[in-house]
């Protein structure tokens, strides 16, 4: 046991406790937990490596197929799916980024606002809705990008709203991405696609 110190295991609290003082049950349920963690340990290395090591090969790839038709394709970006000859594989990198607003974003919100304003007695309040929903903040007082965004597609010719939808455009930010790959095998009769699955949870089926 890695916690045993000359006779003595350290508890939680940090103490030194004498081996003879640890009931055996708690001697026993050290050790398994232990050695679960260490496995733990060595099957995350291996899906780390998995990992490293299979988007290095689609981007290989990738280059590769590019080159058949003279392209030089630079980085890593993009979601790939790639099928084996049969279509019974299928193998998926995808790009996930996590995007964000600057300040510009409040200077977008007072113009919307300026219109909504000067529109109360005209517009329809499905549009008012449409903006006060899109400006709400979580609890954590994040705003939904997504609904932000879903003003730009309204089709308001108003050059203050014009104006809004560009300083929206200009305060998104790109502040973080997170790489995936999936791995299916199509099952049944039905030709569906069913995961491979790669994590603890739901390795092996259901327990």
């Known amino acids: 046991m890695s916690n045993q110190k000359q006779g003595y295991l350290e508890n939680a609290a940090g103490h030194l406790v004498p ?22 340990k060595a099957v995350s290395a291996n899906i780390g490596d998995f990992k490293v090591a299979t988007f290095a090969d689609i981007a290989a790839f990738v280059q590769l197929s590019a080159e058949q ?13 790639l099928l084996s000859y049969d279509g019974r594989y299928k193998v998926q990198r995808a790009i996930s980024e996590t995007i964000s607003f600057d300040e510009r ?4 919100k007072g113009l919307i606002d300026e219109c909504i304003t ?7 309040p499905e549009i008012q809705v449409l903006v ?5 903040v979580d609890k954590e007082g994040n705003i939904n990008t997504g609904r932000v965004l879903g003003l730009r597609r309204l089709d308001i010719q108003d050059e203050r709203w014009l104006r ?22 199509r099952v049944g009769d039905t030709g569906e696609y069913r995961a491979i699955p790669l994590d603890v949870a739901t390795a092996g089926g259901a327990q």
Do not use: C, H
């Open 19 to 40: 081996i003879e003082k640890v009931r055996p049950i708690d001697l026993a349920r050290d050790e398994l937990v232990r050695e679960i963690v260490e496995k733990a």
């Open 105 to 108: 974003l409040q200077a977008a």
């Open 132 to 136: 006060g929903d899109a400006f709400q």
């Open 118 to 124: 000067d529109w109360a007695a005209s517009s329809r």
């Open 164 to 185: 809004a939808m560009q300083a929206i455009g200009e305060a998104l930010q790109v502040v973080g991405s997170k790489s995936y790959v999936r791995v299916y095998e």
């Open 69 to 81: 038709y003279g392209a030089k394709i630079g980085g890593n970006k993009g979601n790939v799916t």
